[in-house]
């Protein structure tokens, strides 16, 4: 009797136990109705919360909705949900930043901010992956650490991404007019500014950052004149300046592929509802075959075959454009590369040695008027040019074009803080990706700014965790001041206003240190040739 007596009380201290841990839950309120998170070491987590209805059925291929209300029940937002459809998230992909599911359904956002928040600074990242991979829901986003340790609130989103993200037909009413993604992204700034109080954030303080083509998209809303409505300042790391967006005449012809291997074709009267009628992975398939058909002989499409096309709508022009013709709202800009930005990409696209031969045919490819100017900054090497490839591609799409775009900015009256990021993993964070093992490729700065390589079982050395540190506070410092070096944290070193001096933060392993002129003699090269190959 004893025996049972004590059974009882343990299993009711067992269930005292777990009603502390349910007891974590937090229910906020917002305009849509009440939602269900999470607390865990001091931080609530929202995640998987609506902020558009499924563009699904009818509404592929439309603007992006706001979702119905879900009042009067309460909305689980205790999971991360599944990145929009995509090729290309292997087995053989590094394991921090493949989504484990995909749904057409996707227009989710995550929300993380400290217990006890108010009014805090706000910063939305937009994920890059060529607006055709990746996903807020991949490891490396996971931005827990992030919101503690910066005393921000942290909102990540998915988007739509190729051929669902982006397919342009025409102007009738039954076209698709293209740009969902961008629009995806903008209905997800609109819908924090109306609920981000709920979550103790400052809808007044938002800071916009994101990288690669989350970079791009930036600029594209720094253009509209809403942009000091949604956001305050933005942080763009390696936006591929040089890579262009399409002319409608261009994204036309890519869909005329698209619908001809989904046998949909444009002669139809309804090949729209042809199109609706496909599944996603169908849809993927095309997109994926259609890459081997870029719309023009521009080298670089190769390296975003499908993206935002300038529409004179949503997006007026090409962000590099509107940065020389002063076409942006002036806001603080924080911006920067990394050191071998283009070393994924060259190999990727080239898996075995490319030979002088092949290496002056992509020159040709890539700028035919100044071949020979080229062979002189970059005589290329016997026998194999990739690693040639990879410093061009670095200098020429990212580097050079960067420098030049932040002294536009400053000549038009715009704050601007300009890093370069140069340390490589100490693990083996590349997987299967074994030619960016001791590199520092695109994208490698990400887990440092989130502090997010536990994620997938890897750890910082403690240099990399002084690193990491450093980066959070210089990147939050930003959201609540628009000055890295001012806020809630005290940083190692003060990093310089990108003004005539040149003076750049090189962010790296064992400390950060102040370079000036980085690249100097290059990044002249490049500007005397221009960025329009």
């Known amino acids: 009797m004893d025996g049972y007596f004590s059974l009882a009380r343990l299993l009711l201290i067992l269930t005292l136990l777990v009603s502390v841990v349910t007891s974590d839950d937090v229910i906020v309120e917002t305009s849509y109705g009440k939602l269900r998170g999470t607390l865990t070491n001091g931080v609530n987590a929202f995640l998987g919360i609506p902020y558009a209805k499924p563009p699904i059925g009818k509404l592929r291929w439309q603007r992006p909705q706001p979702p119905l209300p879900w009042r009067p029940s309460i909305l689980n937002a205790t999971s991360l949900q599944p990145g929009c459809p995509q090729h290309g998230c292997l087995s053989t992909n590094p394991a921090m930043v493949c989504p484990k599911q995909f749904s057409e359904s996707c227009l989710f956002m995550n929300i993380w901010s400290p217990q006890n928040a108010t009014s805090l600074p706000v910063m939305v990242y937009i994920h890059g992956g060529n607006f055709v991979h990746l996903s807020a829901s991949s490891p490396i986003y996971q931005g827990a650490d992030f919101a503690r340790k910066g005393s ?49 954030g400052d809808p007044t303080r938002v800071t916009l950052f994101g990288q690669s083509a989350g970079g791009q998209s930036i600029p594209i809303h720094m253009m509209s004149s809403d942009a000091r409505s949604l956001f305050r300042s933005v942080i763009i790391e390696s936006a591929p300046f040089d890579i262009p967006f399409k002319s409608p005449t261009e994204a036309l012809y890519l869909a005329g592929t698209i619908v001809a291997y989904l046998n949909c074709t444009d002669t139809q009267d309804d090949y729209m509802t042809c199109l609706r009628s496909k599944t996603a992975d169908e849809i993927a398939d095309a997109q994926l075959k259609s890459r081997a058909k870029p719309t023009s002989l521009k080298i670089l499409e190769f390296f975003e075959p499908l993206g935002p096309f300038v529409d004179g709508d949503i997006v007026p022009m090409e962000p590099i454009a509107a940065i020389y013709k002063n076409k942006l709202q002036i806001m603080p800009v924080m911006i920067g590369t990394v050191s071998e930005e283009a070393r994924i990409f060259v190999y990727e696209a080239w898996g075995k040695p490319v030979s002088f031969e092949e290496y002056v045919a992509v020159l040709f490819a890539t700028y035919p008027r100044h071949v020979s100017d080229m062979l002189a900054q970059y005589p290329g090497t016997v026998p194999d040019n990739r690693d040639e490839l990879t410093s061009l591609g670095t200098d020429f799409i990212f580097t050079c074009a960067t420098r030049n775009m932040s002294r536009v900015l400053v000549q038009h009256m715009t704050p601007v803080h300009v890093y370069v990021f140069d340390h490589a993993f ?74 005539d001096s040149y003076r750049e933060m090189l962010l790296k392993t064992p400390q950060n240190s102040i370079t000036t002129n980085y690249l100097k003699d290059t990044c002249d090269f490049w500007d005397t040739l221009g960025y329009s190959a």
């Open 426 to 499: 100490s693990f083996p964070g590349w997987g299967n990706f074994t030619y960016c093992e001791g590199h520092v490729c695109h994208g490698e700065e990400i887990a440092f700014v989130f502090h997010s390589a536990d994620r997938s079982g890897f750890n910082f050395t403690p240099d990399e965790e002084t690193l990491s540190a450093s980066m959070i506070a210089y990147w939050t410092n930003f959201a609540y001041t628009g000055d890295p070096n001012t806020g809630l944290h005290k940083v190692p070193l003060a990093w310089p206003k990108y003004d």
């Open 152 to 200: 921000v609130v942290l909102v990540t989103f998915d988007y739509r991404l190729g051929v669902l993200g982006f397919l342009y037909t025409g102007t009738a009413p039954e076209d698709a007019e293209g740009n969902y993604g961008i629009r995806d992204q903008r209905l997800a700034l609109t819908w924090v500014q109306q609920n981000i109080k709920y979550f103790g």
